[in-house]
């Protein structure tokens, strides 16, 4: 229950921050080209609202919705999703939207995506400013990758380290690199020293979209953070700081073990039948540069009885950049570029069946908070979102401020505004088939909760 009201908590605080942005960008040109704003309304308020307020000698009332699924400005001689007809109907005024020039009206519509954009890259900014920029150079993380049961299934093992796509060498792993594989014919890796290439099928993305599984991870050693008093550990002599090299003679790694010991687990009448004791264990280790072995029974839920070391950076080389007030800025719009590309070009999965299943709701958004309150994380994820936000809302569909720059455009090539019947007739069905992908998103996250 904790987890899941730190994750919504952070989900609220990014996403009211992400609205009022977006809003106050449309609310800023506005008033810059003297246009009436209504209302500004952080949150939906259908039926009643929080709280409201209207300042003296103003025209915009100021609200708090109680729905947090976005929010919304009320702007004057506009078809919006408040579908105010009766207003269109009336002659127009010089305060209007729609009495204004169609640059102008434009930049209005266009006003609400640019300060999201602005916004991803301001904070991408602070953050390389604040945390720098810490990453693992993948050809030299020396225990190579743990692959999901997809990626073995087309020639990835345990252990290689990935080293080239198509002749395009690896940095970090990313959603670029990523993409770099799964758009390859072939990866290079480095295998138990040897270079060696795995052919990648034109079809490889979706089949990690069915798995929905990492495609890989950092394989890192076994190293003992602590061990518990009296545990099978303390007992048998081990110390924190011994890093686990062996189990029974075989080379393994942190993921190794906990499989190795679930096996056990799991074979343990079969192993019992045989008479051998599925319990006992022999481990080697090394402590201070010394390795030795030992041997130990793990108790009835076959743990050791100790922590282990997980923080990447205490476990594997890590790169460093730091940046300056004044570097930080050109970095943090590189950062913020390059995620938009990538956004966009992972967008075509979703027009396939697997990608469609993969669209997440609001439970999904939660998910890719942080369990426990980090602020690097809860920043990175915010400008993430920004980024989403500012693309999604540019897409030419109407009731998007995408819709209204496409009819600005006709209007400015035609030279005459598109029908208001047609354009009622167009925020509605913008509307409908932007509740629909809200309903069947959300409807995503309850059967991957329930049948997950």
């Known amino acids: 229950m904790e987890t899941f009201l730190i994750r919504a908590l952070q989900l609220i605080m990014s996403l009211s921050l992400l609205v009022l942005i977006h809003e106050g960008g449309h609310f800023l040109f506005a008033r810059l080209f003297k246009v009436r704003v209504e209302k500004f309304c952080l949150f939906f308020d259908p039926w009643f609202t929080l709280f409201r307020f209207k300042p003296k000698k103003s025209d915009t009332e100021y609200a708090l919705g109680w729905l947090p699924l976005g929010g919304y400005v009320k702007i004057s001689g506009m078809i919006d999703e408040s579908m105010d007809l009766e207003q269109m109907k009336q002659p127009e005024q010089p305060w209007e939207f729609r009495s204004k020039p169609a640059w102008q009206r434009l930049l209005i519509m266009i006003g609400g995506v640019l300060f999201n954009f602005l916004l991803a890259l301001f904070i991408y900014s602070m953050i390389l400013l604040t945390w720098g920029d810490e990453y693992v150079k993948v050809d030299k993380a020396p225990m190579g990758m743990d692959f999901n049961e997809t990626a073995k299934a087309v020639g990835f093992q345990d252990g290689d380290v990935l080293l080239s796509a198509d002749g395009v060498s690896f940095e970090r792993y990313d959603g670029d690199m990523l993409t770099h594989i799964v758009d390859a014919r072939e990866v290079k890796v ?25 495609f890989a991870d950092y394989r890192f050693p076994y190293v003992i953070d602590s061990i518990k008093v009296n545990s099978p550990a303390a007992l048998a002599g081990l110390q924190p700081g011994d890093s686990i090299i062996a189990l029974d003679g075989q080379p393994i790694a942190f993921a190794d073990y906990k499989v190795a010991m679930a096996d056990r687990q799991k074979n343990e009448a079969t192993l019992l039948k045989d008479s051998l004791d599925p319990r006992e264990i022999k481990l080697t280790y090394v402590r201070h540069g010394v390795t030795d072995s030992l041997t130990m029974r793990v108790d009835s839920a076959y743990l050791m009885g100790v922590v282990a070391v997980t923080q990447t950076n205490r476990l594997l080389p890590v790169v460093k950049k730091e940046y300056n007030f004044f570097s930080s800025f050109p970095a943090g719009a590189a950062l913020g570029v390059k995620t938009l590309k990538g956004y966009v070009n992972n967008m075509k999965y979703v027009f396939s069946k697997e990608g469609a299943k993969q669209i997440g709701g609001f439970g999904t958004l939660g998910s890719i908070f942080p369990a426990s309150w980090d602020w690097h994380q809860f920043w990175y994820m915010t400008a993430f979102l920004s980024i989403i936000l500012a693309f999604m809302n540019i897409l030419p569909i109407p009731a998007l401020d995408g819709g209204h720059v496409l009819f600005l455009f006709y209007e400015m090539i035609a030279r005459r505004k598109p029908n208001e019947k047609f354009m009622e007739y ?27």
Do not use: C, H, T
Request: glycine share 6%; net charge positive; aromatic share 16%.
């Open 190 to 214: 480095l295998r138990n020293g040897q270079e060696a290439l795995v052919q990648i099928p034109e079809d490889f993305m979706q089949r990690l979209l069915k798995d929905s599984v990492r």
């Open 426 to 452: 167009a925020q509605m069905a913008g509307m409908f088939l932007l509740f629909g992908l809200l309903i069947w998103a959300n409807f995503n996250d309850v059967l991957r909760y329930f049948f997950k």
